[in-house]
């Protein structure tokens, strides 16, 4: 059995598939969920925080730094602090290692159809609990004025020459205030079964 979620309009929306000889738990994991908003909130305002600095400091070029280097550290430790894997994904990704998973892909097209017909600011989040208890969140990560400097639709030369450099095939321009940017991405292993747990 698969319990999947959607944020529709604010609401909450269960979607359940069935796998024979599965039945349907009595509650849905809402700690997971928690710690999983919990997770990609943290991701974002250490992200944004850095960010910020970074224009300060060095203009949009410092900034590429911050996503480049800053971004996967931070990551990584939220990885290791949490058990789960935490990552930033994008259907148009600058850096080749955060290209989606076919999954995190059509969750990624489910959020920009569903934010071309919703307000600007309404909220986008998945999560889906699979059969064998892996457990996967994805929250829509909107562009605001901080992407826009090196995400939106026109790139200073200078900019655009350190861009060049450092991702040829960067795929991650053109963006409006508003559009869904990418998403952050937070996945749960199953639970180790010889733990007795």
């Known amino acids: 059995m698969k319990v999947t979620f959607a944020r529709l309009s604010g609401s909450l929306i269960a979607i359940l598939t069935f796998a024979i000889g599965c039945s349907v738990p009595s509650i849905v994991d809402e700690s997971t969920l928690?710690?999983?908003?919990s997770?990609?909130?943290?991701?974002?305002?250490?992200?944004?925080?850095e960010l910020k600095m970074g224009l300060e400091e060095g203009g949009p070029v410092q900034a590429i730094a911050v996503c480049k280097n800053v971004a996967p550290q931070v990551a990584s430790e939220l990885s290791r602090q949490s058990g789960a894997k935490v990552a930033r994904t994008s259907?148009?990704?600058?850096n080749a290692n955060n290209a989606p998973e076919p999954w995190q892909a059509r969750v990624l097209r489910d959020f920009d159809q569903q934010a071309a017909n919703k307000e600007a600011n309404a909220p986008?989040?998945?999560?889906?609990?699979?059969?064998d208890?892996?457990?996967r969140y994805m929250k829509a990560i909107r562009t605001d004025g901080v992407c826009l400097a090196c995400h939106g639709e026109l790139i200073p030369p200078a900019l655009q020459e350190s861009l060049d450099r450092?991702?040829?095939?960067d795929l991650a321009v053109g963006y409006s205030l508003g559009?869904?940017?990418?998403a952050f991405?937070?996945?749960?292993?199953?639970?180790?079964?010889?733990?007795?747990?």
């Open 34 to 37: 928690e710690s999983s908003r």
């Open 39 to 49: 997770l990609a909130h943290s991701f974002g305002m250490r992200l944004k925080t």
């Open 91 to 94: 259907l148009r990704y600058r």
């Open 124 to 131: 986008l989040e998945y999560f889906e609990q699979e059969a």
């Open 133 to 135: 208890g892996t457990i």
């Open 166 to 169: 450092d991702y040829p095939r």
């Open 179 to 182: 559009d869904v940017r990418g």
């Open 185 to 197: 991405s937070i996945s749960w292993p199953p639970p180790d079964r010889n733990s007795g747990s």
